[in-house]
C-alpha cells in the first residue's frame, strides 16, 4: 500500500495569552501526540466535537498552521510521500512547499470567509493556476471552464460574484478551486456543516463524482457520523487533541471500544 | 385536548425592491398558515432555511421588524386570546411571562456586558412579584437545575466566560424563570456538538416531563432530533404548511413527496448506483415561486394538475393534514 501520509507524535500548542513585556508566554494544547497514516485511494474521516483538535490536524497537513498562528509550537512530523520522496511537511519551505501545495489542497467550513467577495468566480479558481503554475492565459482559461463543469457549474458562472451564487454553489465554487491544480489529496475541513440538509446530500454526491474523476484521496473533517457512515473507509475519532479510536468505519460504528466513542456514537440521533 | 396555541390564517409578508426595476415586491415568508400546539406536546417545525418556520415563530411573539416586515392579517390565540392585538404592557405580560423564546445563537441573544445573574434577574423581577434578593436566590436554584456547576459562584459571570453548551442553558433558564406555559425553541441546539445537543434536549423534555413547561415549539431542520423528541410535527416549505402528522406516522409514512425528500437526504440514503439520495433542484427564493404547488418544480411525482393550481391543505387520515394532488381524491 502507498502511503501517501505518515504522521508521528505530531503536537501543536497554541499561545493561549499575549505576551505582555516580560510575562510568561502560556500555551493550550491543541493536539498531543497524534499518529496516524493515510493510503493512497482512501477517504479518511476524523470526526470529534470542537475543540477536539480536527481542524488543527488538517491544518498541519496543510502546511497552513505557521500562517494561521506564528507563535504556535509543532513537533512531531507530518511525511509526505509523492511516490518518489519523502518530505517533512512540518520543515518544507519556498519551492518545494509550492510543488507540494499544487498535491494537496483544502476546502474549508464557511464558503464565504474563504473566498475574497471582489472576486468574480473565475478569478478566484484562477489564483491557484497563477501561483502555482506557469500556464498561459488561454490554458488557465480552459482549464476553468473544465473544472466548473465538473463541478456542476457552468462556464457562463465565471463573471459572476460570488453574492450571485447560493450557498451550495459557492460550495462547489471553491471545491473547483481546490480542484483545479489537480491535486491528489484533498483536505474537506467540515464542508457541509453550514448548508441546507437537501444541499448536504448534493455536495456530498458531488465529493464521490470528483473522487472518481480524479483519482483523489480524501480527507474528510466532520461531526456528523451519519455522513461518516456513507462516505468514509476509515474513521479517526478524535478528543482533547488525542485519537481516542481508529480503525475500519463499519467496524469502528458496529463495535466502538472507547467510552467517549460510544458516548459520541450514542448522541448521535439518527433516524 | 385543550388547545393552548391557535394560528389561524397567518400571514406576514416582507416588502423589498427589486434592484433593475425599482418596483416593489412582496416576498409571503408566511403564507395562510394554520396551525394548533396542543396542551403537553412538543411540536416540532422542520423545512429547509427560508421555508418560514422562524417568521411563524416570530409572528407569535411579534418580533417582525417593521417596516420591513408586517403581519398582514391572521389570528394567532394563545389560551384563546388574540395576542396579535396585545400592544405594549399587554405584549410584555405574555412575552416572557406567558411565551418564551429561546434563540439559535447565544452570542447574541444574552447581554455581552452585563452578569448573568442580572440578566436573569431581571426576567423575574419583571414579571413577578419578587424583590432582587429573592430573585438572585431563584436564578441560583435555576442555574442548578440546568446542571451548571458551582452555579452560586458562577453567576456572577458574564456570558463570555461560558462554553456555547452553557450558555444555550443560561438561556434556557432565563427562559424558564418567569414560569411560562409554552417555549418557543428555535434550533436551539444548531450550533452545538452532538453531545451538547443530546444533554440540551434531554433537559428541555425533563422539565416538560415535570409539568415546568406545559407545551413546547421546537424549530429545527434536522428531523433526527424530531424522531426522537416531538410528538407531533408540521413540515413547511416556502412559506406555507405541507404536511402535519403525529411523529410516529411521519417517519413511517410521509406522505408529501417534499417531507419524503427531506427524510431520504437526512438520513443520506444511497441508491442503486452509489449516489445518496438528494431532492432535486435548489430552495427556492420567495421572490420566483412557482404558479400551482410550490413544491412542483422539485417533484418527482408530478401531475398535471400540480402547475396549475395551488393544492389544499387537508385530512387523509386523522391528524395527518397534508397539501398535495396525490391525495386529492374528488
Redo the contacts between chains.
Sequence with gaps: MNKLFEIKDLSVKYSSTKKVFGSRQKYADAVEGVNFDFVKGEVLGIVG??GSGKSTVSRCLLSLIKHIDKSSIVSGSVTYNDGTKSLDLLKTKGKELKNVRKKIQGVFQDPDSSMNQRLTAGKIIEEPLLNLTDLNKQEREEKIKAVLQKCGLSEYDINKYPNEF?A?QKQRICIARALVVEPEILIADEPLSSL???????I??LF?DLKEKYNLSIIFIT?D???V??FCDRIIVMQNGKIVEQGITSEVLANPKDEYTK??F?????? | MNKILQILNLKTYFFASDEKTNKEIVLKAVDDVSLDVYEDEILGIVGESGSGKTVTAQSIMQLIPEPSGKIMSGEILYKGEDVLKKKGEDLRKIRGKEIAYIFQETYTSLNPVITVEEQICEVITTHLDKSYEEAAKISVELLVSMGIKDAAERIKDYPHQFSGGMRQRIALAMALAANPSLLIADEPTTMLDVTIQKQILDLLVSFKKNKVLTSVIFITHNLGLVAKYCDRVAVMYAGKIQEVSPVAELIKTPLHPYTKGLLYASAFIKDKDNKVYIIPGNTPSLKELPQGCKFCNRCTETIDKCFKDEPELIEIKPNHFVRCHLYNNE
Design positions: 466535537e470542537s447560493s451550495g441546507d440538509i437537501s444541499i448536504q446530500a448534493q456530498l454526491n464521490a461531526h457520523l451519519n455522513i457512515k456513507v458516548t459520541l450514542t448522541s448521535n440521533i439518527t433516524l
